[in-house]
């Protein structure tokens, strides 16, 4: 074995002990063992929404600043609002059972404008999702340790993003079931926190009764009715954060356990009712307990402080209180890893992103897709600070486009559906009302904390959105230039030249790989034939069926792509053999089309000693930096594998109009 193979097949081993080894895309239980039962899906996915009870109500009561005696208030809102937010993404999950959440919804209902819109503020949106929820992870955690050694926030949290990368890579459920404990350990202590601070607090009820009654009188003479109801409001819309995260769950259906639609109804349902009952009650504690603001202690912090520390190792539970929350924020940035990478491949298959981030990898994950989130998410850590105050603002905004898209195009469809479904009155009622708070959050949000950073949540989300208008122009230019060769080579009248041959192993043979059925393989095909006539008498057609985002949804999917595989391959061989050539055909199912077309060829070059692999490349008549990004160079890929092993690879280049 050469030093070269030695550093491959160590680097092989490296890769696997790392991210795991492949999938096996026979087997028929596959879905299943892959896929989330609720009470994972409610782990996994319900985390992100249940974490931000630990930034979403802080900041919701910050902004109340003397005013707290509305914090009760305030709760109950919470509470109704994140009910309200569920229901109408339980619809969602109902009619768009395929996953996807508010990117298919605002495409399906609201065209394809909005769908781009919806979709690149949840890209930002995942991206913050695990920015926020590792940086709120060290500030819980950090509120333990001495301020000395708080500049090291932002380190800690880019490790903890690598380590997130890397369980990702390996696979969602592996990644849910490590942190599992984690989330476990949040719910039981703070369902301690918080039924202790309420249970031992009965005698206040009465004073914070009188306490709300006095804030009332005193702020109705002294600012008026008017006043009040925009400090209640600016205070509601500014905790915006704790309805981030809800829409996890219709987004990420592709990995739950069928039947899906009542798995994700259910997981739904499990975090609807942990985040109210959690962030409804924080509320109540904080006015029962007389909670305010310390620096450099979360608000939970000093809740759980006030509550434990006269109990016996007070200090300790208050640690591991404070460090399950810490914890499940770290647990809570999976909703970014899951579902952002499932809408980048959603929204590369519809052009809008290079296509490269459809594909999966040999462990069926969209790593491309994971590791762009944790690059960003790696950024914006660098570029905020890790300040909470800060991240929670941008996240806000980008949640609540998306939630407002989603609403409208919710009632859209549900007006729609009036003369169908006699219950559509009720079900638009919802979504309306979701609407109306969704848009007043997000109006809200931006006029506030424009300046605070909400300008440059705006900026980046236009900037992705101009991104996606520029690929998908390139891309729709392309498929015009594909379809102008498939109307000129597809029908093109081929006369028979008598019976073809039989095929002569040992006889000089063209193998060329193919996708489906299209002018670009034809093309390539009489590009071999002209170039090389009369050098080749059998033709071998070989072609993978590549698994990706948007096939691997089910086996029925699967089969469906293998049968229109193999339909494309005899259209193929039948071809060749009208054109007096012997042919056949090979095909495999895979992730990875440069490893399996390699082993492919491999195989037929044994069989065939006297064989040349010919494909076929996209040129275009002036090479840009993006044509790479866009169009994976598969064909050079294969060439320099084939051809370090001994195998002749020729590249035919195909030229269509841009």
């Not at 596959?30 to 109500?57: C, E, R, T």
């Not at 509320?283 to 939970?300: D, I």
Request: glycine content about 8%; some cysteine; overall charge positive.
């Amino acid at each position: 074995m050469t030093g070269r193979e030695n550093n491959a097949s160590l680097a092989m081993k490296l890769a696997r002990t790392l991210f795991g080894a492949p999938k096996h895309l026979k087997d028929p239980h596959l879905f299943h063992k892959m896929s989330l039962i609720p009470i994972l899906a409610w782990v996994g996915l319900g985390a992100d929404g249940l974490s931000s009870s630990a930034y979403g109500p802080e900041e919701a009561f910050r902004a109340l600043g003397q005013h707290t005696y509305l914090a009760v208030f305030l709760g109950l809102a919470t509470a109704l609002t994140v009910f309200i937010i569920s229901y109408a993404y339980s619809r969602i999950i109902e009619h768009f059972p395929h996953g996807g959440g508010g990117y298919i919804v605002a495409t399906h209902m609201l065209g394809d404008k909005a769908g781009v819109v919806s979709g690149s503020a949840l890209l930002v949106d995942y991206v913050m999702t695990i920015t926020i929820s590792i940086a709120s992870c060290c500030d819980a955690v950090f509120s333990y340790i001495p301020k000395g050694y708080h500049h090291f926030k932002v380190p800690v949290a880019c490790a903890l993003t690598v380590l997130l990368i890397v369980l990702n890579i390996r696979g969602v459920k592996e990644s849910i079931s490590v942190l599992a404990p984690i989330f476990m350990t949040f719910v039981a202590s703070h369902l301690v926190m918080l039924t202790y601070g309420v249970l031992t607090h009965t005698e206040k009820c009465g004073p914070l009764v009188c306490d709300v009654r006095a804030g009332f009188t005193n702020d109705l003479s002294s600012i008026g009715i008017f006043g009040i109801l925009l400090i209640f409001v600016r205070a509601y819309s500014l905790g915006g954060g704790t309805y981030t995260g809800i829409e996890a769950v219709s987004n990420g259906l592709q990995i739950m356990r069928e039947p899906r639609v009542q798995t994700g109804k259910r997981t739904m349902l499990y975090m609807a009712t942990s985040l109210a009952f959690t962030a409804g009650l924080l509320f109540l504690c904080y006015s029962l307990a007389g909670v305010r603001p310390v620096e450099g202690k979360t608000l939970n912090a000093v809740l759980a402080d006030s509550l434990f520390g006269s109990w016996p190792m007070g200090n300790w539970i208050s640690f591991i209180t404070i460090f399950s929350e810490g914890a499940l924020l770290l647990v809570a940035a999976q909703a970014g890893f899951v579902d952002g990478p499932r809408v980048m491949a959603n929204m590369a298959i519809d052009s809008w992103f290079p296509h490269r981030f459809a594909a999966l990898s040999v462990r069926l994950t969209m790593r491309n897709g994971i590791l762009l989130m944790g690059i960003a998410a790696i950024a914006l850590l660098f570029y905020t600070g890790g300040s909470v105050s800060a991240l929670v603002v941008m996240y806000s905004i980008n949640v609540f486009i998306t939630f407002s898209l989603s609403q409208l195009g919710m009632s859209k469809f549900f007006i729609g559906k009036r003369r169908d479904d006699p219950r559509w009155l009720r079900h638009l009622a919802v979504h309306l009302v979701g609407l109306v708070l969704c848009v007043t959050i997000l109006v809200i949000t931006v006029l506030e904390k424009f300046t605070e950073g909400g300008w440059m949540t705006l900026v980046i989300t236009s900037v992705v959105i101009f991104l996606c208008y520029l690929i998908r122009g390139h891309y729709t230019r392309v498929r015009q230039g594909f379809a102008d060769l498939d109307n000129t080579l597809l029908d093109v009248p081929i006369s028979e030249h008598g019976e073809p041959p039989a095929i002569d192993r040992h006889a000089p043979t063209a193998i060329q790989l193919v996708s489906g059925y299209n002018g670009f393989g034809v093309h390539t095909l009489f590009s071999i034939l002209t170039t090389f006539p009369k050098t080749y008498r059998n033709i071998v057609f070989v072609a993978v069926a590549v698994i990706d985002s948007g096939s691997f949804k089910g086996a029925e999917e699967i089969e469906a792509l293998e049968a229109s595989i193999q339909a494309g391959l005899e259209k193929y061989v039948a071809l060749a053999k009208k054109l007096g050539f012997a042919a056949e055909y090979r095909m495999a199912l895979a992730t990875d089309v440069v490893e399996k077309v390699v082993e492919i060829c491999k195989e037929v070059g044994e069989e065939f000693p006297r064989s040349t692999v010919f494909t076929g490349q996209l040129t275009f008549r002036l090479e840009k930096f993006y044509h790479r990004l866009l169009h994976n160079e598969t064909a050079f890929a294969i060439q320099r594998r084939l051809q370090w092993d001994g195998l002749t690879t020729v590249i035919m280049p195909i030229r269509v109009r841009t």
